[in-house]
């Protein structure tokens, strides 16, 4: 066995250097994912400020994590929008670096046929938080102000009962002591039209796309007309609707992020210190051999 770690003390400061410049990577290849232009020096200065601030931030939501486990906070963050606006995008860098044991996502399917025979609200109950839980719904229980509306998987009698219903829902889960935030990301006609191109001419996207968002573009009018109804309806002082100009994917999660954390009042919440223990060792373990076939071949 090799255990140069436990004899060389420079080897776990080159590690965790390492893993830091890993890290990196990963975002760096979320950024090509985005079609960054490495080439232009004016779009690297701004990639390196967008770098800066996002890692900055997401320093601060994992204090905000911390914070929201010590106080037992209950956390509900919905992010709507038109398909293609960037929900998903901001989603993944808010949980990046978080614990999934306390922020998780939920992102529902279509209801199933019990489902539909339900409360509306009752799917979406199950996944409220507990103390010192954090959940970001990826779409919401404004489905039904939104694609059911519109295509016609409603009727105007459940629309209405929906609009009366869901001030009051918001309204218990505020007294519940849930912290209810609301984001809506919005884009030009354009700007999807762009980016649903893009999805049809890159394979590793075209997964994103399903019927329903082809539809949405032939009903983009329809569309706008539900979302007006329901940011007039449902914003309420207990839960009001914020919006999110998402043109620009990447200011868009530096503003939400921004903005999301100055909806508390968090703290550093302080840590004791950690000391790593020392191995137990035994004269008489001796480690058994993997068995070849076993062994995953290294490609790469």
Known sequence: MNDRADH???????????????????EL???????DDAHDPEAKALRRLYFRE?????????????????QRQKVVILFEGRDAAGKGGV?????????PRVCRVAALPAPNDRERTQWYFQRYVSHLPAAGEIVLFDRSWYNRAGVERVMGFCTDDEVEEFFRTVPEFEKMLAR??????????????????????????DPLKQWKLSPMDLESRRRWEDYTRAKE???????????????VQ???????????????????????VPHDPIALPA??????????????EMIVPELY
């Open 176 to 201: 519940s002591g849930i912290t209810l935030i609301k984001y809506w990301f919005s884009i030009t006609d354009d700007e999807q039209h762009a980016r649903f191109l893009n999805r049809i001419h």
């Open 229 to 243: 109804a329901m940011l007039e309806r449902t914003h309420i002082p207990e839960a009001p609707w914020w919006v």
């Open 8 to 26: 060389d003390p420079l080897l776990p400061l080159q590690r965790m250097h390492l893993d830091l410049i890993d890290s990196y990577d990963e």
């Open 279 to 292: 191995r137990v060792r035994h004269a008489d373990y001796i480690r058994n051999p993997v068995p070849a």
């Open 54 to 70: 996002l890692f900055r931030l997401q320093g601060e939501l994992v204090k905000l994590q911390d914070w929201v486990v010590a």
């Open 246 to 268: 998402a043109v620009d994917k990447k200011r868009a999660r530096l503003n939400c992020i921004a903005h999301l954390l100055a909806q508390f009042d968090y703290h550093e």
């Open 91 to 99: 989603i993944k860098r808010i949980t990046q670096r978080l614990n």
């Open 29 to 35: 290849e979320m950024a090509i994912d985005d079609g």
